[in-house]
């Protein structure tokens, strides 16, 4: 790129790394003085760092020959996960990086130093982890956002690749918060500019059916969701009375997943391709009618039938029925949820949760079908009760049925809560 070799030297500079690991690989340790192993130690990380550095050269040279364009892809990022087998957030990580510490090229193919030399050339070196750099880019990204003179940020780029080859990346991002705040003292980095610039959010797969979340939140979206979270992660005793075991954090989950499906309960989400936001499932016939097996979402993720038919108590579903060779056997859309005014009239009666003991309120409470609405329940007062959604997640697991009297829901334990399984109903003072 910006230094001229041999044809081919570069693909048989490349060729020979696997072998050179290999034999390293295949060598006797044992034999080594302690100081001669921390020295190979030492020196295969900082092979390991030179070799991640050459990603930004990489991409660089990717973008400068327009490769993902003419591979017909969106980007690098999506040309690497499928040349690498790599997840969409690691590719897109390696991407960011390469875009500051990679070399530019200009319109005319003249070749610009990177955005960032000094953390470059000590990645370049090894002397530095892929974490350290992320620091200092995130850093940098907040000085450039405070219009600070561009002096200063070569000096605090300077000052931040020294401390990290003192230091690990997470005391580097302490001293990092200190650097900004000695440079910034009256705050300007927080201006709303520059927190729209650096707020995003993504859901990726982890491979084995769940999916991580990573955010970061402006001041005010953050302060909603702390507020409405924590309101709805407090400790529940369990349907048989006994303490929440449920951790802090996975508290904090479900009741994130609280708020989603009230988002989608309250019919106020903007359509999409011209429908309401729906729920799109597809199945096969057979597990309609058994409601076994896993169920897909038009996003990919899998979840059991049961949970999918579930979901349709609360939300707009689209379901597609195929048979074993992809032919479409039925299609269509239900919403199993109750009118305005059965709602009304449920608030009335059951005024939040209807479960023994529970104080959350009708705002967070779902429309639960006694006899399941698959299993041809009506859609009617006298077979709905209100039920948040941490009992209405567990009432059929738990043992506990529900019988209606006068009109009102009761609830009956199971023998080994109550041997004598009396009926209970929430008495709200």
Known sequence: MTTAVDAGAAVLAASGLPAAVAELAECSLSTLADDELLEVIRVTERARRQLEALDATLIAELEARNLP????LRGPAQLLSGLLNLSPAESSARV?????????STLTGDWLPPLLPVTAAARVAGAITAKHAEVIIRTMNRLRAAQLPVPDQADAEAFLVEQAQNFNA?????IARQLIDTLDPNGRLADEQSQQRRRFLTCVPTGDGMHRLTADLDPETAALAMTV?????????STAGDRDERSARQRLHDAFGSVLKLALRAGELPTSSGIPATVLITMTADQFETGAGLAQ?????????DQALRMADQAAIGWIVHNSTGGILNYGTTRR???DKQTLALIARDQ???????????EWTEKHHIKAWRHGGATDLDNLCLLCDFHHDRIDTGGWTITMLDGVPWFVPPAWVDPEQEPRRN???
Do not use: M, N, W
């Not at 364009?69 to 017909?72: M, T």
């Not at 960011?96 to 530019?104: C, D, I, N, S, V």
């Not at 479960?355 to 959350?360: H, I, R």
């Open 69 to 72: 364009g003419r591979l017909v």
């Open 96 to 104: 960011r990086q390469a875009h500051e510490l990679g070399p530019r």
């Open 170 to 174: 997470a005391i580097l991002a302490g």
């Open 229 to 237: 979270l924590h309101a709805l992660a407090a400790p529940k005793p």
């Open 297 to 305: 979402t038009s996003y990919g993720q899998k979840l059991s039938v």
């Open 337 to 339: 949820t109750a009118t």
């Open 352 to 362: 939040g949760c209807a479960f023994p003991g529970c104080a959350d309120p009708p």
């Open 427 to 429: 008495i709200r003072a």
